[in-house]
């Protein structure tokens, strides 16, 4: 099929962009896991109401997830639909833009429809709701592909809109985003230095304009600077610091120790690895066929680029504490091979090749879709019983097509923890004082339409916020929350849990530089502490 064919095109657009919203949409509404499911739910509404993260709550990335839900929230409404269109949409995002990407390359638009398919599948359902790793993920794809495009077609407003991709990709996730924008930066001044100094004007005019929407950022939110940098930056590198190192206050599942085997690395990543090797021994095969007139090529440092992009998405994969998310990687790297494969016309196996290629991305995408989407393996119900899901609705309105179960003790008999939540939500709406809230189950806030003063994101305990004294930033993160509870005149914390026990390892004492507390137990998952004066 010939890629100059529009209306087939227009057609085939249309088609991948329903299959990527609906799919995202449909897995979404497939369970749930409450500390990553709901991770910008709260957090998107507080802003709605003039809040900020950073500012007004610990986070230590996904900001930028953070203000686009809100945007979503502005246009859909405060519910779960409009929460789930934000994930779906940005799938779409990802999918029409590499098929627009492969087009600009290949002319058969029909395998580059199969691939882009491929993409749609594998990228955004396996998460399904708003989520930094995806988001950095997908926007740190778009940079590596923007950068390619920019190399081989020599469009300058690409150099422009670069570095701000560059930076929603950071502002998403530090990781693998910082990582892949070192890449870029080293490559484009190789390429500098090199091939071509004309672009460089339009990348440095791009630079200039991401800084300044940062520096308006900090003006607008009354964000500093010293919080941005101690919370997406010190913090953040201190827990990788400790999951490289595989040091005791590492989150046990990330340690680097426990990951890099055989099975961990090659055998988990097995297709990635496939085809960041194949890419790899093409370029060898090019050097080879023009060596007599061999020069410095782009062709070799786009590959070579590409090998270490890889790398990098393989690297962070392994010191996350989460399911694997990249798999969409697959049809991505195997879509360049068979653009790098297009470069030998006169290689005889070339056709029979390209097949074989397509034939494993298929049986790859379809092996994935089966354990990550269909068993929702990412949120932890890959051993839970799907059909046991119950009507969200019945919790709140707010949550109309989303079929409540999750991978906690409730697995078995989930409208217990609804109707544990809604007692939940009672005894905290009927409370008259002010009070403070701390869960994974963030959605009181927008629920009850209140202001319960959230005081982080996510409660892991030095992952997610410093909550020993012996780990680094804990005396500013002490000051910070301290800060928080006397400047609201907090009266009462409520601790909702979405595991028996799960904030223990919060020491209250130290944390709140005081024994003048009393516990309450409510239900199973509800108790309080109530704050007193000391005498």
């Given amino acids: 099929m010939n890629i100059k064919s529009v209306p087939s095109q227009l057609v085939l657009k249309i088609l991948l962009g329903f299959l990527a919203f609906y799919i995202n949409y449909y897995y979404a509404n497939k369970g749930l896991y409450p500390i990553d499911t709901f991770s910008f739910f709260d957090s998107a509404y507080y802003i709605t109401e003039g809040q900020h993260p950073i500012k007004d709550f610990w986070v230590i990335s996904g900001i930028f997830v953070d203000y686009t839900q809100a945007l979503f929230f502005y246009i859909f409404g405060l519910n779960w639909n409009s929460y789930v269109f934000h994930a779906s ?3 779409v995002i990802i999918t029409l833009f590499f098929f627009y990407f492969l087009n600009r390359f290949n002319k058969n638009i029909f395998s580059n429809f199969i691939l882009s398919c491929c993409v749609a599948i594998l990228c955004y359902p396996v998460v399904g709701t708003p989520f930094p790793y995806q988001h950095s993920l997908i926007l740190s794809i778009i940079s590596l592909l923007v950068f390619y495009l920019a190399v081989y077609k020599d469009e300058k407003k690409l ?12 502002l998403s996730m530090q990781l693998p985003s910082g990582i892949i924008n070192l890449m870029i930066i080293f490559f484009l001044l190789i390429y500098f230095i090199f091939f071509d100094r004309n672009f460089f004007i339009y990348f440095l005019a791009g630079a200039v304009v991401s800084l300044f929407i940062l520096i308006l950022y900090f003006v607008i939110t009354g964000v500093t600077l010293k919080d941005f940098i101690s919370q997406l930056i010190l913090f953040p590198l201190e827990v990788g610091r400790g999951r490289i190192l595989s040091e005791e206050t590492a989150f046990e599942g990330a340690k680097m120790v426990n990951k890099m085997t055989l099975r961990g690395t090659l055998g988990h990543f097995k297709f990635i690895f496939f085809f960041v090797f194949a890419n790899i021994i093409l370029m060898l095969l090019y050097i080879k066929k023009s060596f007599k007139k061999f020069t ?3 062709k070799i440092v786009i590959n070579i680029f590409i090998f270490f992009c890889s790398l990098s998405f393989i690297f962070h994969q392994i010191i ?6 990249i798999f969409s990687l697959i049809p991505i790297l195997g879509g360049l091979f068979l653009l790098q494969l297009d470069q030998f016309e006169q290689f005889k196996m070339k056709d029979k090749i390209k097949l074989l290629s397509i034939a494993l991305i298929l049986f790859s995408t379809f092996k994935y879709h089966l354990v990550y989407n269909e068993k929702r393996k ?7 019983n799907l059909s046991e899901a119950v009507d969200a609705k019945f919790l709140s309105s707010k949550f109309k097509n989303l079929k409540w179960i999750t991978p906690n003790k409730y697995n078995a008999d989930p409208s217990s923890e609804i109707k544990l939540l809604k007692e939940s939500i009672k005894v905290i709406q009927d409370d008259p004082r002010e009070k403070m809230l701390i869960t994974h189950y ?3 806030s927008l629920i009850m339409d209140e202001n319960l003063n959230i005081p982080n994101r996510w409660y892991y305990p030095n992952n997610t916020f410093p909550a020993s004294t012996n780990f680094k930033y804990y005396d500013e993160y002490s000051k910070k929350f301290n800060n928080k509870v006397k400047r609201k005149k907090i009266e009462i914390i409520y601790l909702v849990e979405s595991l028996p026990k799960e904030f223990r390892s919060i020491n209250f004492e130290n944390l709140l530089n005081s024994n003048c ?11 309080s502490i109530r704050l007193n004066k000391c005498n």
């Fill in 442 to 444: 963030q959605f009181f």
């Fill in 320 to 325: 996350t504490a989460n399911q694997t998310f």
């Fill in 296 to 298: 410095f090529d782009k």
């Fill in 378 to 384: 990412f949120i932890d119900l890959q051993n839970v």
């Fill in 159 to 170: 150099w422009f809109i670069l570095p701000l991709l560059m930076l929603l990709s950071f």
């Fill in 517 to 527: 507390f009393e516990k309450e137990r409510y239900n199973e998952m509800l108790y």
């Fill in 89 to 91: 949409s940005f799938n």
